[in-house]
Structure formats: structure tokens, C-alpha cells
């Protein structure tokens, strides 16, 4: 992503500076308070939601999850998915955060600004990568999907 700097005029009686130079000065630095939808958080969100479908969890990541999911995946169901989904794993050996992915105007979503936090995860009997779908809620970032899928090795063609 690129940053773009906003340019101001400069308060009478102090003379212009480029917005850049403006950056490298201690006092004119801005004020940052709390973000809320900051990747980090969305990192931690995601981190979270994972470790409880790890506890086996499946009614807690529904009630934590935004309403959107809440209201297109009945609880019921949502359980049901989570069961599916965690069959012939084996344990949990390690988890590492791999990608955070933007998605825009996703099919299916309302229109809007999404991200994917993708984890590679190393189970007893599978390498999977565990997708958790955010999307942006007055206090950071909600999970409103999760998916599992496998890792496909590389296929090498011997000439």
C-alpha cells in the first residue's frame, strides 16, 4: 500500500515546510490514539478465533463473531460446520500467522473493505491453511468466516 501525505497550509507566521520535513519533526508529530482497526488487532482477532475452534469451541466463535455471520450462519449450523471441519486433524503440533490478505467487495458481503488473516497450521495428520474472514465493527475487527483448507505441495515435472 502506498501512504500519501496530506499537505497543509502552513499557520500564519510560520513559514512553509514540506509536508515530509514535517514528519521528522518531534512537535509537529501527530497525535495517534487508539486504532481499533488496526492490522494488529485484526492479527489478535484472528489468533483468538483459531484458538477457539483449537478449544473446540464452536459456540464461542459464533457469539463473538459479527453479526453479519451471525445472522447468514444459524448457530446450529455453525456448530455443525466447526465438527466437520476439525475431523481427522490430530492434534494441534503448531500454528504461524502466513498472510493478511485486503478483499474488496467480496461475493456474498456487503459491499466494503474485508481482510483474510491466513495461518499455516501443522496438525498430526495434516497441513492445513486456516483462513479467518474480518470485517470492520465499531470496535476493531469481527471474524465472520472461517475456512479450512489443505496445503497443495508443489508438483515437480521431470522433463
Avoid at 30 to 52: M, N, T
Avoid at 54 to 60: E, L, T
Amino acid at each position: 500500500m502506498s501512504a500519501t501525505v496530506p499537505v497543509r497550509k502552513a499557520p500564519a507566521g510560520r513559514p512553509a515546510t514540506h509536508p515530509l520535513g514535517a514528519m521528522l519533526t518531534v512537535a509537529n508529530a501527530p497525535r495517534i490514539g487508539p486504532q481499533p482497526k488496526s492490522l494488529d488487532k485484526a492479527l489478535a482477532s484472528a489468533q483468538h478465533w483459531v484458538q477457539l475452534s483449537d478449544a473446540r469451541r464452536p459456540d464461542a466463535m459464533w457469539l463473538e463473531a459479527g453479526m453479519m455471520m451471525q445472522r447468514m450462519v444459524p448457530r446450529a449450523e455453525w456448530v455443525r460446520y466447526l465438527r466437520k471441519i476439525r475431523v481427522d486433524r490430530g492434534v494441534l503440533v503448531g500454528r504461524e500467522w502466513f498472510e493478511m490478505a485486503r478483499v474488496r467487495d467480496p461475493v456474498g458481503l456487503p459491499p466494503g473493505d474485508y481482510l483474510n488473516v491466513i495461518f499455516l497450521a501443522h496438525y498430526a495428520r495434516a497441513v492445513l491453511f486456516e483462513t479467518v474472514s474480518l470485517a470492520p465493527g465499531a470496535d476493531g475487527w469481527l471474524p465472520v468466516g472461517y475456512v479450512i483448507r489443505p496445503v497443495q505441495r508443489e508438483i515437480n515435472f521431470v522433463p
